[in-house]
C-alpha cells in the first residue's frame, strides 16, 4: 500500500502525521511526504491544515482524508492510529486544559486537562532534548512533578514550548523548574489584570535563581494598541523577555509591525525603549514611523 502524507502549514514536526506514518510503516506499507504529484496513484493521502486560513487547499486534495485545527475542530485520528507512540522527542503528556479562553481552541478542541503519558512516550531514548507541547502541565502539580523527576534521571534538556500558566505557579513548583536543564521558560501575559500574578511569579522565580524568562504578550485581541505597550514597558522594567503574538484579525494592522520587530528582538528590546527604537529605524531607513505607527 502507497500512503500520500501532506503537511500543508505546520512549522513544527506534526505529531498527528507522525502518527500516521508510523502507523502505515509499522504495517509494511510506503509512505511518501510532501509530494502533491503523488495523490492520484497512492492508495491514500492524509492531509493536514493547522491555520484556518489554508483551509481552502482542502479543495487541491478531493480523495484525500483531511484532519487539523485549521480544517476541523471536531475531527480525529482513527483511534487504531491515535494510540501510536513515534517516541521523536516531541509531544503531550497532557492534553487540555482548565483555562477557557476565548481566544483559544483548546478547550473545544480537546476539553479538560486529562493525562496521556510520560516522557517515556515521547523519548527516543538517546536525546538529550526533549519538546513537551503540553498546554497547562502546571495544573496537574503531581504530574508536572513526576514529569521533573524522569527529566531530572534522565538528563533532559526540556522545552515547554507552548509555555506555562504563571496563575499556577508555587514556591515548590518554581524550585522544580530550576533543577531541570531547560530552555528559557515561557509564560504568558495576555491581559493587564494579570499584573499582580505576573509579578509574583517573576518574584518566586527570581527567589529560586530564574532571573528571566520569556513572555507570551497577546496583542489586539481584547485590548488597545496603548494597554498593550503597557504590558511590554512592564516587562522590559522587570527585565523579561517578551515576544508578541498578534491576534490573526490584527496581523494587517501596520502599528504592530514595528512593535514585534522591537519587542520579539531580545538585545534590542533590553537596549532601548519603544519610542527609541522608532527614531534608531527613522534615522536608518527613513520613513514617517513616528506619525504612522506611534
Given at each position: 500500500?502507497?500512503?500520500?502524507?501532506?503537511?500543508?502549514?505546520?512549522?513544527?514536526?506534526?505529531?498527528?502525521?507522525?502518527?500516521?506514518?508510523?502507523?502505515?510503516?509499522?504495517?509494511?506499507?510506503?509512505?511518501?511526504?510532501?509530494?502533491?504529484?503523488?495523490?492520484?496513484?497512492?492508495?491514500?493521502?492524509?492531509?493536514?491544515?493547522?491555520?484556518?486560513?489554508?483551509?481552502?487547499?482542502?479543495?487541491?486534495?478531493?480523495?484525500?482524508?483531511?484532519?487539523?485545527?485549521?480544517?476541523?475542530?471536531?475531527?480525529?485520528?482513527?483511534?487504531?492510529?491515535?494510540?501510536?507512540?513515534?517516541?521523536?522527542?516531541?509531544?503531550?503528556?497532557?492534553?487540555?486544559?482548565?483555562?477557557?479562553?476565548?481566544?483559544?481552541?483548546?478547550?473545544?478542541?480537546?476539553?479538560?486537562?486529562?493525562?496521556?503519558?510520560?516522557?517515556?512516550?515521547?523519548?527516543?531514548?538517546k536525546s538529550k532534548n526533549l519538546?513537551?507541547?503540553?498546554?497547562?502541565?502546571?495544573?496537574?502539580?503531581?504530574?508536572?512533578?513526576?514529569?521533573?523527576?524522569?527529566?531530572?534521571?534522565?538528563?533532559?534538556?526540556?522545552?515547554?514550548?507552548?509555555?506555562?500558566?504563571?496563575?499556577?505557579?508555587?514556591?515548590?513548583?518554581?524550585k522544580d523548574l530550576k533543577s531541570?536543564?531547560?530552555?528559557?521558560?515561557?509564560?504568558?501575559?495576555?491581559?493587564?489584570?494579570?499584573?499582580?500574578?505576573?509579578?509574583?511569579?517573576?518574584?518566586?522565580?527570581?527567589?529560586?535563581?530564574?532571573?528571566?524568562?520569556?513572555?507570551?504578550?497577546?496583542?489586539?485581541?481584547?485590548?488597545?494598541?496603548?494597554?498593550?505597550?503597557?504590558?511590554?514597558?512592564?516587562?522590559?522594567?522587570?527585565?523579561?523577555?517578551?515576544?508578541?503574538?498578534?491576534?490573526?484579525?490584527?496581523?494587517?494592522?501596520?502599528?504592530?509591525?514595528?512593535?514585534?520587530?522591537?519587542?520579539?528582538?531580545?538585545?534590542?528590546?533590553?537596549?532601548?525603549n519603544y519610542l527609541q527604537f522608532?527614531?534608531?529605524?527613522?534615522?536608518?531607513?527613513?520613513?514617517?514611523?513616528?506619525?504612522?505607527?506611534?
Amino acid at each position: 500500500m502507497k500512503v500520500l502524507i501532506i503537511n500543508v502549514d505546520s512549522k513544527i514536526p506534526n505529531l498527528a502525521l507522525k502518527k500516521i506514518e508510523k502507523y502505515h510503516l509499522d504495517r509494511g506499507d510506503e509512505v511518501i511526504w510532501n509530494n502533491e504529484l503523488f495523490q492520484f496513484s497512492v492508495d491514500k493521502t492524509y492531509v493536514s491544515i493547522v491555520f484556518d486560513w489554508n483551509k481552502d487547499k482542502a479543495k487541491q486534495f478531493p480523495n484525500a482524508e483531511i484532519g487539523g485545527s485549521g480544517f476541523s475542530l471536531k475531527k480525529t485520528l482513527p483511534s487504531e492510529i491515535d494510540k501510536v507512540k513515534p517516541r521523536i522527542n516531541l509531544g503531550f503528556t497532557t492534553r487540555g486544559c482548565i483555562r477557557k479562553c476565548s481566544f483559544c481552541i483548546v478547550p473545544k478542541k480537546e476539553g479538560g486537562i486529562k493525562i496521556v503519558g510520560d516522557i517515556y512516550d515521547i523519548w527516543d531514548g538517546k536525546s538529550k532534548n526533549l519538546i513537551i507541547l503540553d498546554n497547562n502541565i502546571l495544573a496537574l502539580p503531581n504530574h508536572f512533578k513526576k514529569i521533573c523527576e524522569q527529566l531530572r534521571k534522565e538528563k533532559i534538556k526540556v522545552d515547554f514550548n507552548q509555555g506555562l500558566d504563571c496563575r499556577l505557579l508555587t514556591g515548590d513548583i518554581a524550585k522544580d523548574l530550576k533543577s531541570i536543564s531547560h530552555i528559557e521558560y515561557r509564560f504568558a501575559f495576555d491581559d493587564i489584570k494579570l499584573r499582580p500574578q505576573v509579578e509574583k511569579a517573576i518574584k518566586l522565580l527570581r527567589e529560586c535563581g530564574i532571573n528571566r524568562c520569556n513572555w507570551y504578550v497577546l496583542v489586539g485581541f481584547n485590548t488597545t494598541f496603548e494597554e498593550d505597550l503597557d504590558r511590554l514597558n512592564l516587562l522590559r522594567d522587570l527585565k523579561q523577555n517578551a515576544y508578541v503574538q498578534r491576534y490573526n484579525a490584527y496581523k494587517a494592522d501596520r502599528k504592530y509591525i514595528p512593535l514585534a520587530r522591537w519587542a520579539n528582538q531580545h538585545h534590542i528590546f533590553q537596549a532601548m525603549n519603544y519610542l527609541q527604537f522608532l527614531e534608531k529605524c527613522k534615522k536608518e531607513i527613513g520613513g514617517s514611523y513616528l506619525s504612522e505607527w506611534v
